[in-house]
């Protein structure tokens, strides 16, 4: 009822472009000389060779640990090949296309992807892998991501029966129109209006402001034909607040905006390429009538007469959309970190400066320790949040049945878990990916390293399906000690307890870990809830605010916590495979001792540790550096993406980053003719007349 959509794994969300100017201009000395030939014969290596034979484990069963079966590295395995191997879907220079041009080939590498699907008659899973390794953002992850699941969760039988047939087969195309010019945040702030109108047994959708206009809905301003809107249920005179509604929007015959619907696109979004081939939306009603059984029924109902009647039900189920797509977010987060840490761990190994001694080999910027630092956390948090992921998906499952069942035991758990691990992982992927970005240095910062585009696709993501703040927030609210506040039930032990560590050695036993990350948690939240009683003599409500600040620290404390103990529960399985259990097992504590030395001021302030202790977890996390270095390169290689999924010459997977690098440089624009656009008019003028003057001296 709660959920939204199918459980399938999810993930990202782009579509993507075929380049148009990809010939070569290059100069002719480039075309024939030694130099041509030099490159050729360079490409045939394998620069990662060596490094591959350094790991100490059985990468193809990684490859199962982290896809999550043999099945599933088999299936993504197919899908990642057909993407790559069809023109259509080429991305090479996407981040060269005109806006028109990217959205116009987004709708064409849907179309082709959706003719693909069918001629090959492929599963949902193996359709929705298909959607992501095309990896470009389009209308079609909001038709399949929340149309869909909002009309399956708020939708009745007979509704569902009538639109999804529809929509599974793209005879309609749906948005999910909510957030408005004045509020996204505050949803129960919207404006849009649905006033019943009981002569014609109708609903009235308006927009009464400027403020009311639907605004950012993806695949609204130019594609879909439906939206799922939210809006205010005005009926016998009384507002009941939001709910949505099933609106069509276009002809279906010529797209053209039906009566009463003014739409378009809302304008060129952060970076190059990247999500500007979304077409993200506004959207105005002028009294647009609709059908009264085109309210979504399932949590409440709007009679003939006009008589408002709600469910038995908690009246959040109406944002079960939104919790389905926020575990979908979790699961996504460690893709794109594990794509960007796949092409900083590869190129860092090819990579060399400094350390040459009488002409000998200079040392790949890998081997140095601050690049490891900085680099392997990164590496440890993407296997961390493949694996809360995983856990999230099932305990959203969980919830989603025991809702069918009319159980709503666990739905402020699997709330507060989803909004919180959303926030989290969102932020330390974005933040990472741009990490990632300045680890490669100045060659980072180049389209064609894939980096820009992947941090400009992927940083709304701290903002959209709620902000990251707001998300944290949700945390404070209504906690039980059950599920993963359990611990909270340990108060009196956690709250004095000390930690027995006396060797560096000691911090890679997981119930010390553990237990510092119970205590910290927990202390963080009493001294919160102390602080508000302090600050609020008279209103709770006041002492929340003052003290926000704080509580954000300690809903992070909590969520890392979660991060932690899900990953020492994964290395507790059975893991086979040679040396995988112990690689996940040096990734994990590397994971957990560097958010312990990250927020060392929390664990000591609340004297969950001591300096001591804190500083023997530092010098374990350098021991740990040492343990993966060796493995690194395999450790990436076991996300087991295509060169072409990774989008990025530094990432290729032979390594031979520098002739790919020197060949994608002649692809640009800029390089179709010698001499620039302009030259005539602006730069010849200019130096001539410099000439003159000093002609005249
Ligand atoms: C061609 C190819 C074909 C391929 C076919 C393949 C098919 C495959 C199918 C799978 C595809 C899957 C694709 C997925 C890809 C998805 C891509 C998505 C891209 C992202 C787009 C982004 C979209 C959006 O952004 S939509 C808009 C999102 N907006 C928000 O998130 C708004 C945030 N605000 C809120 O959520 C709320 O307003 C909130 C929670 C901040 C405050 O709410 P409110 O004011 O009502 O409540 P409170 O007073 O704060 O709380 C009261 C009470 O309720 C509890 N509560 C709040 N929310 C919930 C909840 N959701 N559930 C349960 N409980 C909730 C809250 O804790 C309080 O509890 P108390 O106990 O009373 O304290
Ligand atoms: C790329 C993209 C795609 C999107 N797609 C869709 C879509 O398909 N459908 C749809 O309906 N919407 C969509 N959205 C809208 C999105 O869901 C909202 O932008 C998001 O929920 C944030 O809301 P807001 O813009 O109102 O931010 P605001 O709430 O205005 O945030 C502004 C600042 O205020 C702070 N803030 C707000 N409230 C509080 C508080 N109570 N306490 C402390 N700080 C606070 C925030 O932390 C933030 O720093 C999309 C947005 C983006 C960027």
């Not at 030939?37 to 034979?53: C, F, G, P, S, T």
């Not at 009981?198 to 009464?208: A, G, L, N, R, Y």
């Not at 469910?311 to 794509?339: E, F």
């Not at 998906?393 to 919180?420: I, M, P, R």
């Amino acid at each position: 009822m709660w959920r939204g959509g199918s459980n399938t794994r999810t993930c990202k969300r782009r579509f993507f472009s075929s380049p148009t100017r990809s010939r070569h201009h290059r100069p002719p000395y480039m075309l024939h000389s030694r130099g041509s030939q030099h490159l050729k014969a360079m490409a045939e290596v394998d620069h990662l060779a060596a490094e591959r034979a350094t790991a100490r484990f059985d990468v193809e069963e990684m490859k199962v640990a982290w896809a999550g079966s043999r099945h599933a590295v088999h299936v993504a395995d197919r899908m990642a090949r057909l993407v790559a191997s069809d023109p259509v879907f080429r991305k090479d220079n996407r981040t060269m296309l005109s806006r028109k041009e990217l959205f116009k080939d987004t709708l064409r590498k849907a179309a082709h992807a959706w003719k693909r699907i069918v001629e090959l008659r492929l599963t949902e899973e193996e359709a929705d892998l298909l959607r992501q390794y095309v990896d470009q953002p389009g209308y079609v992850d909001l038709h399949w991501g929340m149309f869909v699941p909002a009309i399956k969760g708020q939708g009745t039988e007979e509704q569902q029966h009538k639109w999804l047939p529809l929509a599974y087969k793209f005879q309609i195309i749906g948005c999910y129109a909510q957030t408005e010019l004045g509020h996204g945040s505050n949803v129960q702030g919207l404006e849009t209006t649905a006033t019943f109108d009981p002569k014609t047994d109708e609903f009235v959708i308006h927009s009464p402001t400027l403020t009311s206009s639907k605004w950012w809905p993806g695949g609204l301003g130019k594609a879909s034909t439906h939206a799922v809107v939210y809006a205010r249920l005005i009926t016998e005179g009384k507002d009941y607040g939001i709910h949505g509604f099933i609106v069509q929007l276009r002809s279906l015959e010529d797209h053209s905006p039906l009566p009463g619907v003014t739409l378009g696109d809302i304008g060129g979004k952060f970076g190059s390429g990247a999500y500007n081939s979304m077409d993200n939306g506004v959207l105005r009603f002028d009294h647009v009538r609709i059908p009264r059984d085109q309210m979504l029924m399932r949590l409440s109902q709007v009679t003939r007469e006009g008589k408002y009647v709600h469910s038995n039900v908690p009246k959040q189920l109406l944002y079960g959309t939104m919790v389905y797509v926020r575990q979908s977010i979790v699961a996504d987060a460690s893709k794109a970190l594990s794509r960007a840490v796949c092409i900083a761990v590869r190129y860092s190994a090819v990579r060399k400066q400094f350390g040459s001694q009488d002409g000998g080999p200079e040392t790949q910027v890998l081997n140095y320790k601050t690049q490891q630092s900085r680099l392997f956390p990164l590496l440890a948090s993407a296997y961390a949040f493949r694996f809360v992921g995983d856990w999230l998906n099932w305990l959203y499952t969980d919830v989603t049945q025991k809702l069918e069942a009319k159980d709503f035991s666990t739905l402020q758990e699997a709330h507060a878990c989803t909004a919180g691990l959303k926030a989290v992982t969102t932020s330390v992927t974005a933040d990472a990916i741009e990490e990632c970005r300045k680890l490669c240095g100045g060659h980072g910062y180049l389209n064609s390293s894939g980096l820009p585009e992947l941090f400009a696709v992927y940083v709304p993501a701290c903002t959209y399906e709620g902000d990251n703040v707001v998300l944290l927030l949700q945390l404070a609210s209504g906690k039980q000690p059950v599920g993963t506040m359990a611990y909270m039930g340990k108060v009196q032990y956690l709250m004095q307890c000390k930690s027995a560590v006396s060797s560096a050695e000691d911090w890679l036993n997981p119930d010390a870990i553990q237990e510092a990350f119970e205590a910290r948690a927990l202390r963080m939240a009493v001294n919160c809830a102390q602080n508000i009683s302090q600050a609020a003599s008279q209103e709770e409500a006041a002492g929340f605010y003052e003290r926000s600040p704080d509580l954000l620290e300690a809903a992070v404390a909590h969520i890392q916590l979660i991060i932690v103990t899900k990953f020492i529960e994964k290395v507790h399985q059975e893991i086979p495979g040679h040396g995988v259990k112990e690689q996940l097992q040096a990734l994990c504590n590397v994971y957990a001792l560097y958010i312990l030395h990250k927020h060392l001021g929390d664990f000591l302030a609340t004297g969950c540790i001591t300096p001591r202790q804190g500083a023997l977890a530092n010098e374990q996390l350098g021991k740990l550096y040492a343990q993966v270095r060796p493995n690194a390169v395999a450790l990436v290689d076991a996300f087991n993406y295509t060169d072409h999924y990774l989008g990025s010459v530094l990432g290729r997977y032979d390594g031979d980053v520098y002739p790919a690098l020197y060949e994608e440089a002649w692809k640009d624009p800029l390089n179709e003719t010698v001499v620039p656009e302009g030259y005539h008019e602006y730069l010849r003028p200019l130096i001539k007349q410099q000439q003159l003057k000093l002609s005249r001296l």
